[in-house]
T-cell receptor, first 114, second 114 residues
Protein backbone atom coordinates (compact mmCIF):
# COMPACT_ATOMS: atom_id res chain seq x y z
CA UNK A 1 0.00 0.00 0.00
CA UNK A 2 1.17 3.49 -0.70
CA UNK A 3 1.79 6.17 1.91
CA UNK A 4 2.63 9.86 1.86
CA UNK A 5 4.47 11.98 4.41
CA UNK A 6 4.46 15.74 4.52
CA UNK A 7 6.98 16.49 7.29
CA UNK A 8 6.01 20.12 7.75
CA UNK A 9 2.61 20.75 9.28
CA UNK A 10 2.94 24.52 9.16
CA UNK A 11 5.25 26.89 7.27
CA UNK A 12 5.44 30.66 7.52
CA UNK A 13 7.02 32.54 4.64
CA UNK A 14 7.41 36.22 3.80
CA UNK A 15 5.78 37.57 0.69
CA UNK A 16 8.32 37.52 -2.14
CA UNK A 17 10.41 34.80 -0.55
CA UNK A 18 10.81 31.33 -1.99
CA UNK A 19 8.79 28.39 -0.80
CA UNK A 20 9.53 24.68 -0.72
CA UNK A 21 7.10 22.07 0.58
CA UNK A 22 8.36 18.58 1.18
CA UNK A 23 6.64 15.35 0.24
CA UNK A 24 7.96 11.82 0.66
CA UNK A 25 6.11 8.78 -0.56
CA UNK A 26 6.25 5.04 -0.29
CA UNK A 27 5.02 2.96 -3.19
CA UNK A 28 6.28 -0.25 -4.73
CA UNK A 29 5.89 0.74 -8.36
CA UNK A 30 6.27 3.94 -10.34
CA UNK A 31 3.90 6.35 -8.63
CA UNK A 32 1.58 8.93 -10.02
CA UNK A 33 2.17 12.05 -7.93
CA UNK A 34 0.05 15.12 -7.39
CA UNK A 35 -0.01 18.38 -5.51
CA UNK A 36 -3.34 19.97 -4.61
CA UNK A 37 -4.04 23.31 -2.98
CA UNK A 38 -6.99 24.13 -0.76
CA UNK A 39 -7.87 27.71 0.07
CA UNK A 40 -9.92 28.28 3.23
CA UNK A 41 -13.44 26.92 2.90
CA UNK A 42 -12.81 25.71 -0.63
CA UNK A 43 -12.37 22.42 -2.41
CA UNK A 44 -9.11 21.02 -3.74
CA UNK A 45 -7.51 22.40 -6.85
CA UNK A 46 -4.86 20.48 -8.78
CA UNK A 47 -1.55 22.36 -8.96
CA UNK A 48 0.48 19.82 -10.91
CA UNK A 49 0.96 16.15 -11.54
CA UNK A 50 3.70 13.71 -12.46
CA UNK A 51 3.07 10.52 -14.40
CA UNK A 52 6.30 9.90 -16.27
CA UNK A 53 8.99 11.62 -18.30
CA UNK A 54 10.65 14.86 -17.29
CA UNK A 55 11.14 14.83 -13.54
CA UNK A 56 10.68 18.61 -13.22
CA UNK A 57 7.02 19.39 -13.59
CA UNK A 58 5.51 22.82 -14.10
CA UNK A 59 2.11 23.63 -12.72
CA UNK A 60 -0.33 26.47 -12.36
CA UNK A 61 0.21 29.66 -10.33
CA UNK A 62 3.99 29.52 -10.86
CA UNK A 63 4.54 26.28 -8.94
CA UNK A 64 6.89 23.48 -9.93
CA UNK A 65 7.79 20.14 -8.41
CA UNK A 66 10.66 17.73 -8.88
CA UNK A 67 10.34 13.97 -8.74
CA UNK A 68 13.41 12.29 -7.24
CA UNK A 69 13.06 8.54 -7.37
CA UNK A 70 16.23 7.90 -5.35
CA UNK A 71 14.86 9.98 -2.48
CA UNK A 72 11.19 8.99 -2.92
CA UNK A 73 10.36 12.67 -2.91
CA UNK A 74 8.18 15.07 -4.83
CA UNK A 75 8.86 18.52 -3.39
CA UNK A 76 6.86 21.55 -4.42
CA UNK A 77 8.55 24.91 -5.01
CA UNK A 78 7.71 28.46 -5.87
CA UNK A 79 10.42 31.11 -6.39
CA UNK A 80 8.44 34.05 -5.04
CA UNK A 81 5.25 33.67 -3.03
CA UNK A 82 2.28 35.98 -3.13
CA UNK A 83 -0.16 36.64 -0.30
CA UNK A 84 -2.75 34.66 -2.27
CA UNK A 85 -0.61 31.52 -1.89
CA UNK A 86 -1.65 31.23 1.75
CA UNK A 87 -3.51 27.93 1.80
CA UNK A 88 -3.17 24.28 2.70
CA UNK A 89 -1.21 22.09 0.33
CA UNK A 90 -1.66 18.36 -0.07
CA UNK A 91 0.63 15.88 -1.73
CA UNK A 92 -0.99 12.69 -3.03
CA UNK A 93 0.22 9.46 -4.59
CA UNK A 94 -1.99 7.48 -6.89
CA UNK A 95 -1.75 3.82 -7.72
CA UNK A 96 -0.44 3.23 -11.22
CA UNK A 97 -2.73 0.23 -11.53
CA UNK A 98 -6.24 -0.67 -10.58
CA UNK A 99 -8.56 2.28 -10.30
CA UNK A 100 -5.82 4.72 -9.30
CA UNK A 101 -6.53 4.85 -5.58
CA UNK A 102 -5.16 7.99 -3.97
CA UNK A 103 -3.32 8.35 -0.69
CA UNK A 104 -3.05 11.89 0.65
CA UNK A 105 -0.53 13.40 2.97
CA UNK A 106 -1.71 15.21 6.09
CA UNK A 107 -1.16 18.60 4.47
CA UNK A 108 1.06 21.62 5.01
CA UNK A 109 -0.49 24.92 6.06
CA UNK A 110 1.28 27.89 4.47
CA UNK A 111 1.03 31.32 6.05
CA UNK A 112 2.32 34.32 4.10
CA UNK A 113 3.42 37.39 6.04
CA UNK A 114 3.80 40.89 4.59
CA UNK B 1 -19.58 21.48 -17.57
CA UNK B 2 -20.44 21.91 -13.90
CA UNK B 3 -17.78 19.34 -12.97
CA UNK B 4 -18.41 17.69 -9.61
CA UNK B 5 -21.28 19.09 -7.57
CA UNK B 6 -22.19 18.36 -3.98
CA UNK B 7 -25.23 19.16 -1.90
CA UNK B 8 -25.78 20.39 0.70
CA UNK B 9 -22.87 22.73 1.45
CA UNK B 10 -23.56 22.68 5.18
CA UNK B 11 -25.56 20.35 7.39
CA UNK B 12 -26.17 19.98 11.11
CA UNK B 13 -27.50 16.68 12.39
CA UNK B 14 -28.41 15.33 15.77
CA UNK B 15 -26.86 12.08 16.93
CA UNK B 16 -28.79 9.14 15.52
CA UNK B 17 -30.27 10.97 12.55
CA UNK B 18 -29.67 9.73 9.04
CA UNK B 19 -29.04 11.69 5.89
CA UNK B 20 -27.70 11.46 2.36
CA UNK B 21 -24.93 13.60 0.92
CA UNK B 22 -25.42 14.05 -2.79
CA UNK B 23 -22.66 13.98 -5.41
CA UNK B 24 -23.00 14.30 -9.16
CA UNK B 25 -20.57 14.69 -12.04
CA UNK B 26 -21.23 15.56 -15.66
CA UNK B 27 -17.91 14.45 -17.13
CA UNK B 28 -18.94 10.83 -17.79
CA UNK B 29 -16.25 9.67 -15.38
CA UNK B 30 -16.11 6.02 -14.45
CA UNK B 31 -14.49 6.41 -11.09
CA UNK B 32 -16.02 8.23 -8.14
CA UNK B 33 -15.03 8.37 -4.52
CA UNK B 34 -15.88 9.90 -1.17
CA UNK B 35 -13.34 11.32 1.26
CA UNK B 36 -13.55 12.89 4.66
CA UNK B 37 -11.17 15.61 5.75
CA UNK B 38 -10.22 16.07 9.36
CA UNK B 39 -7.59 18.44 10.76
CA UNK B 40 -4.08 16.99 10.61
CA UNK B 41 -5.21 13.86 8.82
CA UNK B 42 -5.47 14.90 5.21
CA UNK B 43 -8.20 13.24 3.18
CA UNK B 44 -9.20 9.68 3.96
CA UNK B 45 -11.08 7.47 1.54
CA UNK B 46 -14.52 6.30 2.70
CA UNK B 47 -15.94 4.45 -0.31
CA UNK B 48 -15.29 4.37 -3.99
CA UNK B 49 -16.90 3.16 -7.20
CA UNK B 50 -15.33 1.98 -10.44
CA UNK B 51 -18.56 2.12 -12.41
CA UNK B 52 -22.32 1.95 -12.15
CA UNK B 53 -23.32 -0.89 -9.85
CA UNK B 54 -19.79 -1.42 -8.48
CA UNK B 55 -18.66 -0.02 -5.14
CA UNK B 56 -16.04 -0.91 -2.58
CA UNK B 57 -14.83 0.18 0.82
CA UNK B 58 -11.98 2.54 1.44
CA UNK B 59 -9.98 3.28 4.55
CA UNK B 60 -12.79 4.48 6.86
CA UNK B 61 -16.11 2.95 5.68
CA UNK B 62 -17.84 2.29 9.00
CA UNK B 63 -21.10 4.17 9.44
CA UNK B 64 -21.45 5.01 5.76
CA UNK B 65 -23.23 3.38 2.81
CA UNK B 66 -22.98 4.09 -0.89
CA UNK B 67 -24.62 2.97 -4.09
CA UNK B 68 -24.03 3.82 -7.74
CA UNK B 69 -27.09 3.30 -9.87
CA UNK B 70 -25.99 5.74 -12.59
CA UNK B 71 -22.64 6.95 -13.93
CA UNK B 72 -23.42 10.49 -12.83
CA UNK B 73 -24.49 10.07 -9.21
CA UNK B 74 -22.74 8.69 -6.15
CA UNK B 75 -24.64 9.46 -2.93
CA UNK B 76 -23.17 8.86 0.52
CA UNK B 77 -25.56 7.79 3.26
CA UNK B 78 -24.99 8.23 6.96
CA UNK B 79 -27.07 5.56 8.63
CA UNK B 80 -27.07 6.83 12.22
CA UNK B 81 -24.99 9.97 12.65
CA UNK B 82 -22.39 10.13 15.41
CA UNK B 83 -20.32 13.11 16.62
CA UNK B 84 -17.21 11.33 15.24
CA UNK B 85 -18.65 11.87 11.78
CA UNK B 86 -18.35 15.64 12.12
CA UNK B 87 -16.09 16.44 9.20
CA UNK B 88 -15.83 17.95 5.75
CA UNK B 89 -16.82 15.50 3.04
CA UNK B 90 -15.47 15.64 -0.50
CA UNK B 91 -16.64 13.75 -3.52
CA UNK B 92 -14.23 13.20 -6.40
CA UNK B 93 -14.28 11.68 -9.85
CA UNK B 94 -11.83 10.79 -12.58
CA UNK B 95 -11.92 9.35 -16.04
CA UNK B 96 -10.85 5.88 -17.05
CA UNK B 97 -7.95 6.82 -19.27
CA UNK B 98 -4.55 5.81 -17.97
CA UNK B 99 -3.17 9.29 -18.63
CA UNK B 100 -5.83 11.04 -16.62
CA UNK B 101 -5.45 9.69 -13.13
CA UNK B 102 -6.02 13.08 -11.60
CA UNK B 103 -9.14 13.38 -9.54
CA UNK B 104 -11.58 16.26 -9.74
CA UNK B 105 -13.06 17.34 -6.45
CA UNK B 106 -16.39 18.83 -5.51
CA UNK B 107 -16.63 21.88 -3.23
CA UNK B 108 -17.31 19.81 -0.12
CA UNK B 109 -20.06 19.37 2.46
CA UNK B 110 -19.37 20.55 6.00
CA UNK B 111 -21.24 18.27 8.41
CA UNK B 112 -21.66 18.82 12.12
CA UNK B 113 -23.19 16.15 14.34
CA UNK B 114 -24.31 17.30 17.77
Amino acid sequence: AQSVTQPDIHITVSEGASLELRCNYSYGATPYLFWYVQSPGQGLQLLLKYFSGDTLVQGIKGFEAEFKRSQSSFNLRKPSVHWSDAAEYFCAVGESGGWGKFQFGAGTQVVVTP
Amino acid sequence: NAGVTQTPKFQVLKTGQSMTLQCAQDMNHEYMSWYRQDPGMGLRLIHYSVGAGITDQGEVPNGYNVSRSTTEDFPLRLLSAAPSQTSVYFCASRGGQTNSYEQYFGPGTRLTVT
